[in-house]
């Protein structure tokens, strides 16, 4: 956890206003946060919904996988992708197949064990959903394939119109996935721990795991085509996932102009776990005092804190902008950027 501005101060804090920010120690900031959780699950959506908004969100992803790409041999990254190259693989070294959706839950298992260990236990019964109501979806859609007589439709079907189309439809599945704040594993659990841990972005390593996968496909199949075909999809995907959690960037610069300034700290410390900034404002019509808060958030974030500040204060003004470039604490260091150009 890197400790920022929102819970850093000397002695009683810094006077914001008529607001105090107490210095918080890592064992006042995990009390508080808990805290925080258990009085702010309204601010989630509500639990039977947000499930079920989710279970189509898996189905319609894995019928990207299932009828896209699995039968063109087009691997797009991630856990997914390993698991279709070891759909084809195992079916000449085993003499059967194994089931994409079962090979990507096996892999997926330690890589959610590694992410829980270094990231905590936030939203953990949401990820173990999704990873395996997707990868069941997959085979149980895998499986309709020759029930029903579809091998020459799927496996017919030109790898261009299977690229785009199965971007379309995984990035529609994750993009209401993680509107409600769901996850399936994979490269995005790799990329916030490796992002943790080193001083690349989150997003950087989900590229570079995405394009070893796409490298490992071509070196199986032995056709660039198809490795062409998965970044068709990725690209897809990425867009369409930015389209539903509303903008074009990785990043967002959230201003926050409230009142109730020592909520909406509590909500971004201890609801999303991230950090920001206070300011002094005041407002032009009736000269109060207002908390100017500035924090940055990732797309999968957003909709969360925003929900997150209404539960605090649904008088708050927010102000959402792209973030081309996040230089400085937490984020790419700002020398290593001077140095690169």
């Known amino acids: 956890m890197r400790w920022n501005h929102l ?39 509500r639990a039977f919904r947000a499930y079920a908004v989710m279970a189509i969100g898996c189905l ?11 039968p063109q041999k087009i691997a797009p990254g991630g856990v ?5 190259v070891i759909y084809y693989a195992s079916e000449g070294l085993i003499g059967r197949s194994i089931p994409v959706g079962a090979a990507a839950l096996v892999l997926n298992v330690p890589l959610f064990l590694w992410g829980l260990y270094s990231l905590g236990g936030r939203f953990v ?3 173990i959903f999704g990873m395996v109501l997707a990868s069941v979806f997959i085979d149980v859609l895998g499986w309709t394939i020759p029930r029903f007589g579809w091998q020459s439709a799927v496996t017919g079907l030109d790898p261009m119109l299977a690229s785009l189309f199965g971007g379309l439809a995984i990035g529609v599945g994750l993009g209401l996935i993680f509107r409600h704040m769901g996850s399936t594993g994979g490269t995005d659990v790799v ?10 972005s989150v997003g950087a390593w989900m590229m570079i795991t995405d394009a070893s996968v796409v490298a490992l496909a071509a070196w199986f199949f032995h056709d660039l085509n198809l490795s062409l075909f998965a ?17 074009r960037s990785y990043s967002r610069a959230v201003t926050i102009i409230t009142e109730k300034g ?30 100017v808060i500035l924090c940055v958030v990732n797309r999968k974030h957003l909709i969360h804190l925003e929900r997150l500040v209404a539960a605090a204060d649904p008088e708050a003004f927010l102000l959402v902008s792209d973030a081309h470039e996040v230089l400085g604490e937490g984020f790419k260091p700002l020398r290593e950027r001077l140095q690169a150009s």
């Open 262 to 291: 020592e909520e909406i700290r509590e909500a971004i410390l201890f609801g999303l776990d991230k950090t920001g900034t206070f300011m002094e404002g005041q407002g032009l019509y009736r000269g109060r005092r207002k908390s």
């Open 231 to 247: 970044v068709v999809t990725i690209f897809v995907t990425g867009k369409v996932i930015d389209q539903m959690l509303a903008g």
């Open 7 to 45: 819970n850093r101060g000397g002695g009683s804090g810094p006077r914001i206003g008529r607001l105090r920010l107490p210095a918080l120690t890592p064992e006042e900031f995990e009390a508080r946060r808990r805290a925080f959780l258990e009085k702010s699950r309204s601010a989630f959506p």
């Open 60 to 70: 319609i992803m894995a019928a990207g996988y299932a009828y896209f790409m699995v």
């Open 125 to 127: 019964s949401r990820t």
């Open 191 to 200: 990329g916030q721990v490796l992002g943790h841990k080193t001083n690349i």
């Open 80 to 84: 997914y992708g390993i698991a279709t």
